[in-house]
């Protein structure tokens, strides 16, 4: 039983993280880098769901929400400031 | 023999990863956004595999309900979409693939050569996160409530328009 084996949860979870991590190393985009780091936060909780602990996930869904709220804003001020929301122009506190 | 659930958990799990590596590979924000929704909604329906019904249901409402949202929002408003496309480097991607090449085998190398157990959630979970909440973990119950309003009024102070 492929649906009943925590090992394909696992394997299914580790790629998430893998594609949320090239995604946070390949893109330039903020709204796309927040993507993947829902996609890390995803893979997280999906294991922790695997393994039992319930629990955990809820507080990773609100923390998420947090994440994003905060982060969100910061872009559209970073996009008011500099019009843009690439993070290559977001050089001001450079050196 | 064709096993009905197998078949639909590959089938789930095939369309998570694929709207996953859209949502990272696309160059178009807005379809980034559409296939976080896709990914996020594939791991609503793993939720449900794993006996964690009340999970799915609140992955549904908090993620795709707010917070995906909340991201094509801000697409909207800062309308990137009609700028022009920044050439992409392919040694950033082939870098950044290797990384997640790597790191991808090292964790199913790690997850294949142990023998882990799965958790018994069974029963009914909806009732048992509700005990755990407000039973032994009532402390970070609470402080993710403070967290939580922290960032609303932290979101609406930063994102003022002065």
Known sequence: MISQSIYSYLIVSSALFAIGVFGLAARRNLVAILISLELILNSASLNFVAFGFQTFAVFIIALAAAEVCIGLSLILLLHRHIDSIRIDQARELKG | ?162
């Not at chain 2, 595999?49 to 799915?56: I, K």
């Not at chain 2, 870098?95 to 090292?106: H, N, T």
């Not at chain 2, 032994?136 to 403070?146: D, G, Q």
């Open chain 2, 1 to 162: 023999m064709i096993n009905l659930p197998d078949t639909v958990f590959v089938l789930i799990a095939g369309m998570m990863l694929i709207a996953a590596a859209g949502a990272v590979w696309l160059k178009n924000v807005f379809y980034n956004a559409l296939c976080l929704i896709a990914c996020l909604f594939g791991v609503a329906c793993l939720f449900i595999y794993l006996n964690a019904e009340f999970l799915a249901v609140m992955q549904v409402i908090i993620y795709i309900g707010a917070i995906a949202v909340a991201i094509l929002f801000v697409i909207m408003l800062s309308h990137p979409m009609a700028r022009r496309h920044a050439e992409r480097s392919g040694a950033t991607l082939a870098r950044s693939a290797v990384l997640a090449g790597a790191l991808f085998a090292l964790l199913a190398k790690a997850v294949l050569s142990a023998a882990w157990v799965r958790g018994s959630s069974g029963g009914d979970s909806t009732r048992a996160i509700g005990r755990a909440l407000l039973g032994e973990s009532v402390l970070p119950f609470e402080i993710v409530s403070v967290v939580l309003l922290a960032a609303i009024i932290g979101a609406l102070v930063i994102s003022r328009n002065r």
